[in-house]
């Protein structure tokens, strides 16, 4: 089974501090996101990444940065934590390749990690 | 840009009954692929169903189908003979065909709370 890990459940920092949130992945994945998740707005996307160091902004990438220097983890980071970070943030990976293959059109989630900003 | 909207925030079901949750999108293009994604408690989210948009056949899952219905642009859950375990908050998921340039990137709905009483 594919795994995605997010090295914490519940996350709590203070206003202006440094984040890092990290994801392991361990099928080989080429593709990995970062989502956020707030009541009544679904998950949105942050960035993804198709390939070690390349990145491309998503739908809310402001306030935050990636990183992928190995092909299995995928790092979101906060340069500077508000309180409008506070969410859950998930991240996913997928195959990368031709879509007619159904199967390279799933992306697998990890549990999610809780961010309170204070 | 696409946009998926889920119009039930919150729904409930008697343990052995059927419910439908609904999901519209908004899109320009032919060819796409919709999926159903549940997130338990564990907030572990998991695949439930996906669908090819150039299939007329409406995808099953055990207890899990849905009802395509591409001219009207919805894409609705029907969850037969419930059961406790099925609660969780479920999203609809958009994914455009354009695999090359799309990196496989997911767009959500909101969400629908599904609860299950015994």
């Known amino acids: 089974d594919v795994k995605v890990t997010q090295s914490s459940r519940y996350l709590v920092k203070r206003t202006g501090e440094k984040v890092f949130l990290e994801c392991v992945q361990d099928?080989?994945?080429?593709?990995m996101f970062w989502y956020r998740q707030d009541p009544g707005l679904g998950l949105r996307l942050i960035y993804f990444?198709?390939?070690?160091?390349?990145?491309e902004k998503g739908d809310i990438p402001e306030g935050y940065s990636v990183s992928r220097e190995k092909k299995e983890r995928f790092s979101l980071i906060l340069e500077s934590a508000s309180t409008n970070q506070t969410s859950m943030y998930l991240c996913?990976?997928?195959?990368?390749?031709?879509?007619?293959?159904?199967?390279?059109?799933?992306?697998?989630f990890g549990a999610g990690t809780r961010l309170s900003v204070l | 840009a696409q946009t998926v909207t889920q119009s039930q925030p919150e729904m409930s079901v008697q343990e052995a009954e059927t419910v439908t949750l609904s999901c519209t999108y908004d899109?320009?293009?032919?060819?796409?692929?919709l999926f159903w994604y549940k997130q338990p408690p564990s907030r572990q989210m998991i695949l439930v169903i996906r669908?090819?948009?150039?299939?007329?056949q409406n995808a099953t899952e055990n207890r899990f189908s849905v009802n395509f219905q591409k001219a009207a642009k919805s894409f609705s859950l029907k969850i037969s003979d419930s059961q406790l375990g099925d609660a969780a908050m479920y999203f609809c998921?958009?994914?455009?065909?354009?695999?090359?340039?799309?990196?496989?990137?997911?767009?959500f709905g909101q969400g629908t709370i599904l609860t299950v009483h015994p």
């Open positions: 996913a990976s997928s195959l990368s390749g031709t879509v007619l293959s159904l199967a390279k059109n799933i992306q697998y």
């Open positions: 998921a958009y994914r455009t065909y354009a695999g090359g340039t799309s990196y496989g990137k997911l767009t």
């Open positions: 990444s198709y390939d070690v160091k390349m990145k």
């Open positions: 099928m080989d994945h080429e593709n």
């Open positions: 669908q090819e948009a150039y299939k007329q």
């Open positions: 899109t320009s293009e032919s060819d796409y692929y």
